[in-house]
């Protein structure tokens, strides 16, 4: 099983897994092919990046044996470049996306020319999840707080992409075990189950098949435990709970009644082929609203769970 989901989802494959769940939920289709679109785009951008200069971060695999992710505290300075490429790529595709943006989107089109933007900063806070940085920077371009976070996301995942691929096996090597992402930082996104591979005592298989987590950011994926929450660590099984629909059993959404997080999940045991998980995800957005009216909240904000 691979740790990661592939550099760059193929274009077809994209496309394949767009029609398909449009086929399935006609409602979603135009959100489907929106995030298509930016999903493509991204994962042209990942290829080309990766094809490019190498990247020269102070990585240390040596920490992820110490639970600490690859990019904790490491400075993105040398990532300078490619955030730039990636914000000048991803911003045509949102404000293709995203009309209703554009007025936000052009303005930080300018501050970039100004020279006004600084990704290295920005994408650090974001990381780190730290507000005030984002909301300062925000305020000072006369854009909100919410489009800038946005737009930060969206370049910074291909950037990373290729940093999650290129050590992809010293993240399999060590075996990882919290809910965030090794390389990141970032929560999972969505999760799947897949065949029961090498069999160890802390993954609970009993026939069940593997779970894999799929970082909400670089797209890194790494083995957890069947039953714990990747929020609040629990493991209590009256205390995780899963909902699904009836037109997919395949389709479900997990929920901690402990912490209140919930984060999708797609059975692919019996799947010969899986699609792009994002678009899986986008895909399941009917469970992600369901989950929000009991009160739950997801474990990662992405954009197909915040723009509903
Ligand atoms: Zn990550
Ligand atoms: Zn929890």
Not at 73 to 97: C, D, I
């Amino acid at each position: 099983m691979p740790v990661l989901n592939g550099l760059g989802d193929c274009e077809q494959h994209i496309n394949d897994a767009v029609e398909s769940f449009a086929g399935k939920r006609p409602v979603l289709e135009p959100m489907l092919r929106a995030f298509g679109n930016i999903l493509r785009e991204k994962s042209r951008l990942a290829a080309q990046l990766a094809a490019g200069k190498p990247y020269d971060l102070a990585v240390d695999p040596s920490r992820l044996s110490r639970g600490v992710p690859l990019l904790a505290g490491v400075s993105l300075e040398p990532l300078q470049e490619q955030l730039n490429v990636s914000f000048n790529a991803m911003l045509n595709v949102l404000r293709k996306t995203f009309s209703d943006l554009d007025e936000e989107l052009s303005r930080l089109e300018i501050c970039y020319r100004e020279r006004k933007l600084d990704f290295v900063n920005l994408s650090r806070a974001y990381l780190e999840t730290d507000p005030r940085v984002l909301s300062e920077t925000a305020r000072s371009l006369m854009v909100s707080e919410g489009v800038l976070g946005m737009v930060v996301g969206v370049l910074l995942a291909p950037v990373l992409e290729v940093v999650a691929l290129s050590y992809a096996e010293q993240v399999h090597q060590a075996r990882w075990l919290k809910g965030f992402c090794p390389v990141c930082g970032s929560m999972p996104s969505i999760s799947y189950l897949g065949e029961s591979g090498e069999q160890a005592s802390e993954f609970l298989t009993g026939g069940g098949g593997q779970k894999y987590l799929h970082c909400s950011m670089c797209g890194c994926e790494w083995r957890t435990k069947r039953n714990m929450c990747p929020a609040c660590e629990n493991e209590d099984k009256d205390r995780r709970v899963y909902f699904q629909t009836e037109d997919d059993p395949a389709e479900r959404i997990d929920v901690c009644t402990e912490c209140g997080a919930y984060l999708p999940c797609m059975d692919f045991r019996e799947s010969v082929l899986r699609p792009p998980l994002e678009i899986a995800a986008v895909g399941m957005v009917h469970l992600d609203a369901w989950a929000c009216e009991k009160g739950y909240h997801p474990l990662a904000n992405t954009l197909w769970n915040q723009v509903r």
